[in-house]
């Protein structure tokens, strides 16, 4: 137990220096370099060097008593500037997933509105190509009939026509060769990278964790809201352990960004400020992206490859893989007639 605890108390104080101390240090440092060199002296070091050895020469360095409160000051100081940036960062991540505060609602629905019209748009030119791919295979066929050109070649074009806006990489005999509108592998990737389903946020990332609802609930009939906590309850460890990994990116990512938000004060009276609150939110922000993405991806992979133990475990019949019969009755079930 004495080992344990050691070990506990080693790694809460790595975390305690890595998340708090040492980030709050720099920026109190930038802070106050900034403002002792100010824009018109950014970059004299040698004004910076001469400010530290003036404050070094002073009676307060040589007093013991003095050096220790400045030192407890200072740590507290950063404790406190990395706590804040820890908040700053979970208003960043409410941003970022769509979930905006009252008084942003106006632009909420206006961006919203707008995604929603270039999806759209984007959609219904795939499905435009689409069509035409699927004249031209009939055509064909019709042109250089074969016993089984009706069965192979048609269904093939026209395979995934009714709701195939839910996947993220469809090849339904796409024309590869790039002919404009009818490139259907493009049209179908520019579609994508606005949403994988009808945007109902005004951020990609949030319509991309809400794309996850939307495409199990049309593969499966799942209310993945209502199956989502008894399903984690049934994974295996490794699954669990992926998924926490990529929902604390996705945290670490968001605080980042807090912390950019933290750099713009300095870099009102010091512009290089200013470069690290550009080079922290667009790495923040890619980060952020790749991490809901990813958080996004292993939630549905988590459906797809255990969905059935959750069905067998509420004990509905399910021998082979999940089917939207079976998900239906899950939703039922878990609903309780709500």
């Known amino acids: 137990m004495s080992a344990f605890l050691t070990t506990l108390g080693g790694k809460l104080a790595d975390t ?10 720099l920026y109190l440092a930038v802070a106050t370099a900034g403002s002792v060199l100010g824009h018109r002296n950014a970059t004299d070091h040698a004004l910076l060097v001469e400010r530290v050895d ?8 040589h007093s013991p008593g003095s050096v220790v409160l400045i030192a407890v000051l200072v740590l507290v100081s950063s404790a406190g500037v990395s706590r804040l940036a820890a908040a700053l960062g979970g208003g960043v991540e409410r941003l970022w997933l769509g979930d905006w ?3 942003l609602r106006p632009a909420d629905r206006a961006l919203t509105r707008r ?12 499905r435009r190509a689409l069509t035409a791919r699927a004249l031209r295979v009939a055509a064909a066929a019709a042109e250089h009939p074969t016993p089984d050109a009706p069965d192979a070649l048609l269904p093939n074009a026209l395979r995934g026509t009714d709701h195939d806006h839910e996947g993220s990489g469809i090849d339904l ?19 994508n990278l606005i949403a994988l389903t009808r945007p109902a ?11 996850v609802d939307a495409r199990v609930h049309h593969a499966y009939r799942l209310d993945l809201t209502t199956a989502w906590p008894r399903l984690w309850l049934l994974l295996p460890d490794t699954a669990l352990s992926e998924i926490r990994t990529a929902r604390a990116a996705l945290t670490a990512a968001a605080r980042r960004a807090g912390w950019g938000a933290l750099y713009v004060l300095p870099a009102l009276w010091w512009w290089p400020a200013a470069l690290v609150v550009a080079v922290v939110w667009a790495s ?21 490859l255990h969905g059935r133990d959750l069905a067998t475990a509420l004990g509905i019949p399910c021998e082979e893989r999940l089917t939207a019969d079976q998900g239906l009755e899950i939703t039922r079930a878990l609903r309780k007639g709500v």
């Open 115 to 126: 995604r929603a019209r270039r999806w759209t748009t984007a959609d219904a030119r795939y």
């Open 54 to 61: 003036r404050l070094a020469a002073g009676p307060t360095a």
């Open 173 to 191: 005999g796409h024309d590869r060769r790039g002919r404009g509108d009818d490139d259907t592998v493009a049209l179908n990737a520019r579609r």
């Open 101 to 103: 505060p009252a008084p």
């Open 201 to 211: 946020r005004p951020t990609w990332m949030g319509d991309r964790l809400v794309s």
């Open 284 to 304: 923040a922000w890619r980060q952020g992206r790749l991490a809901v993405h990813e958080f996004a991806e292993l939630v549905e992979s988590a459906v797809d």
């Open 16 to 25: 305690w220096l890595s998340l708090l101390v040492l980030p709050g240090l």
